[in-house]
């Protein structure tokens, strides 16, 4: 069935976002009285915008009070100025996509003055579609308030007539590198690999888990002998990796044990979605990292004295 604004596009939308967890929008233009009224039961928790110059300046996409909201409503808003898609994906395997954006004009909501678009469902979108939203997840810039500072001079910046408006691509910044989002999802590398063999034969949570860590590791669609090299390579170059494995080189006792490990991941990461609705204490997130770790680096070592997991660094 296609969805067509102003017959029945608005209404999809809100059944859509009903009978939905949690919801990721992709949406090149957002304007937040439109993004209100799909977030009545507040389950959108990440969103990807455009936000090119051009667009703030000209008022296309909402700005500022779209930040705040997203702010006060603890969504993840991310930049990217590569995106042109519109869609809604409940963040396992549904997306309602289409050409329509965010916006009372795109989804009919303009009384007779509103754009023609068109939507629909898939179901049963594949992991490949999973890491596809994964990949454009991870390219893109997360808004934090120095970002928010920095795009808010520039477009203030800006008087009409406007002669040339300058550019500000999406760039990964250094704090981007310390997102919740930047630890592995699933249990080991050869788990990882496990998955990626045969995704279909695994279910929704390990594909999620597989696709988020095949994307940030930059695994390629196609695994072959050099897969683990890669891996290896882009795990340990990480700079939250690196910096937690020099902190405990740097502890007197030459290790960490899962508590510590818990509060050095509050105070040195941003915590933003992951692909589950994971916490960071939730005991399985702590032991994949120590598994991770001392997978790729025969220096660390980890064990369960007291029952309490432990990770120590045994030199060189």
Not at 96 to 119: I, P, Q, R, V
Request: hydrophobic share 40%; glycine share 6%.
């Amino acid at each position: 069935m296609l969805f067509k604004s102003g017959v029945n596009l608005d209404e999809s939308v809100h059944f859509y976002m009903s009978e939905s967890s949690r919801v990721t929008v992709f949406s090149a233009y957002i304007k937040l009285d439109q993004l209100k009224a799909y977030n009545i039961e507040g389950k959108i928790n990440q969103i990807v915008v455009r936000w090119e110059i051009e667009d703030l300046v000209r008022g296309i996409s909402d700005f500022e009070a779209l930040y705040e909201y997203c702010k006060q409503s603890k969504i993840a808003l991310y930049r990217n100025t590569r995106i042109h898609l519109k869609a809604l994906w409940n963040n396992e395997r549904t997306v309602f996509f289409g050409s329509a954006n965010l916006t009372g004009k795109g989804m009919g909501e303009k009384g007779s003055d509103f754009n023609f678009e068109l939507c629909g469902i898939i179901d049963s979108i594949s992991f490949e579609d999973i890491s596809y939203l994964n990949y454009i997840i991870q390219g893109s810039q997360l808004v934090n308030e120095a970002l928010f500072d920095d795009l808010k001079t520039v477009v203030s910046g800006i008087e009409f007539p406007i002669l040339e408006i300058p550019e500000m691509p999406t760039e990964r910044m250094p704090e981007d590198e310390f997102l919740l989002s930047q630890l592995p999802m699933t249990a080991s590398p050869l788990a990882l690999i496990e998955i990626l063999l045969k995704p279909n034969e695994y279910g929704i949570d390990d594909q999620l888990r597989s696709a988020h860590d095949k994307v940030l590791y930059r695994l390629g669609d196609e695994l072959n002998g050099t897969s683990i090299s890669t891996l290896k390579m882009h795990f340990n170059a990480k700079p939250i990796i690196e910096k937690l494995k020099s902190d405990i080189i740097e502890n007197p006792r030459k290790s960490m044990g899962y508590g510590q490990v818990v509060r050095w991941i509050q105070d040195n990461t941003t915590t933003v979605p992951t692909p589950l609705s994971w916490e960071i204490k939730n005991e399985q997130f702590v032991n994949n990292l120590f598994e991770w770790i001392c997978f790729f680096d025969d220096r660390f070592t980890s064990d369960r004295p007291n029952y309490t997991q432990v990770i120590y660094y045994e030199g060189e």
